[in-house]
């Protein structure tokens, strides 16, 4: 399964200021092969939008879900999309 995805998710809890987006886009360079963002929402979540090939996506909301991430998840909502592009590296916004 080599296709590429495009994930987006929307992470619920304690995910702001505990280096969240931080610890993410680690996580997102050791699986290898992802780029996009993770952003802090108004809202209190963090959006993380990954692209790459479809396994390494998964394994990236895999991590995203384990409790294995700093501060607390209480949920995350994805959605899947074919990959747009333009992204230089994994940032934090």
Do not use: K
Not at 45 to 64: F, K, Y
């Amino acid at each position: 399964m080599n296709d590429h995805a495009r994930l987006t998710a929307w992470v619920r809890g304690r995910v702001q200021g505990v280096g969240f987006r931080w610890f993410t886009r680690a996580n997102a360079l050791e699986i290898g092969g992802l780029t996009g963002f993770a952003l802090n929402l108004e809202d209190g979540r963090v959006q993380v939008v990954a692209e790459g090939p479809s396994d390494n996506c998964h394994r990236l909301l895999e991590w995203l879900r384990s409790g294995d991430t700093p501060g607390r998840v209480d949920g995350v909502t994805e959605i899947w999309d074919t990959p747009r592009g333009g992204y230089d590296g994994f940032e934090v916004r």
